[in-house]
DNA sequence: TTGCAAATTTGTAAAAATTACAATTTATAT
DNA sequence: ATATAAATTGTAATTTTTACAAATTTGCAA
């Protein structure tokens, strides 16, 4: 687990126009620290330890407006739960179909946008692979 | 709205070693005519005029039993809900999020591959583009 | 045919996830 | 200090999904 200064975490906040509450720090943080995709039942169990009073309502909310501003990204790459993210920089997902982690993988390449008919406008792209993992795999 | 034939429908389903039911039939069907990557709540709601005694759960079931055997695809573009896709063959989809439409885009290149790490396997590739369809736009 | 066993579907109820919202708490600026 | 705005909490309502027993339908053998 990396560790990352509160001094970090103001600064990505400030730069969205978002407010360092205690408890969007801790959200925040949580997501730099641990790269492993949290749903948010796993943001709010965790963080509930630290923050006894943490509200579940507060977790979805403030996950929902650090996706608006783009201070991270949901990954729908489940169906069943999204995965959220604290990196934003251009990177696939991989979903392991047995233990259901959520890995990252480099993309090192363009993706052609030639077939979106005239008059989209794409904001995001996001590459998805399924399959099975190399520890799934080898068990 | 294309029309799809009854022999078309049990073919599919045959291929696939799944029993042709009037319920999976009706439901394989509808993802076939409608293009629209409809959800569970489109599907059953709809297909219940047709079938008034049909169940939510045979819709579920039905669909995970489609989308496990490959016959359909479930599209996770959308956090909020899924969206069913009776065409298989490789192709992107884009989600307008405005009016929350998912349209098919041509994947008319080839999506590299290597950057998944050793040892993983993939099963499935999904590009996903995020933005505003044209209708949206110009409104 | 008839009847039995397996497969499928239904309907209800429980569980889980999400949302709405009023009340409370906290922060900010005067 | 105090008023105002912003944020959080906690509960309840709503929605979505799952579990599962009962009922129905189907395929097949006698």
Chains 1, 2 share one sequence.
């Not at 360092?20 to 949580?30: K, T, W």
């Not at 949901?74 to 920089?89: E, P």
């Not at 008919?117 to 998805?128: A, D, L, Q």
Request: with cysteine; glycine share 4%; charged share 25%.
């Amino acid at each position: 687990m990396e560790v990352i200064t509160k001094e970090t975490v103001v600064n990505k906040l400030e730069e969205k126009g978002i407010r360092p509450s205690v408890q969007r720090m801790a959200i925040l943080r949580y997501l730099l620290e641990h790269r492993t995709h949290p749903s948010i039942d796993e943001i709010y169990n965790q963080l509930s330890e630290q923050i006894p009073t943490l509200s579940l309502t507060t977790v979805y909310n403030t996950l929902e407006q650090f996706c608006e501003k783009g201070l991270i990204k949901a990954i729908s790459i489940d169906g069943k739960v999204i995965h959220y993210d604290g990196y934003t920089h251009v990177h696939a997902h991989f979903l392991c179909t047995k233990c259901r982690k959520v890995f990252d993988i480099d993309q090192n390449f363009e993706i052609p946008q030639a077939a979106v008919p005239e008059g989209f406008t794409v904001s995001n792209t996001e590459v998805y692979y399924t399959g099975t993992c190399k520890d799934c795999l080898t068990k």
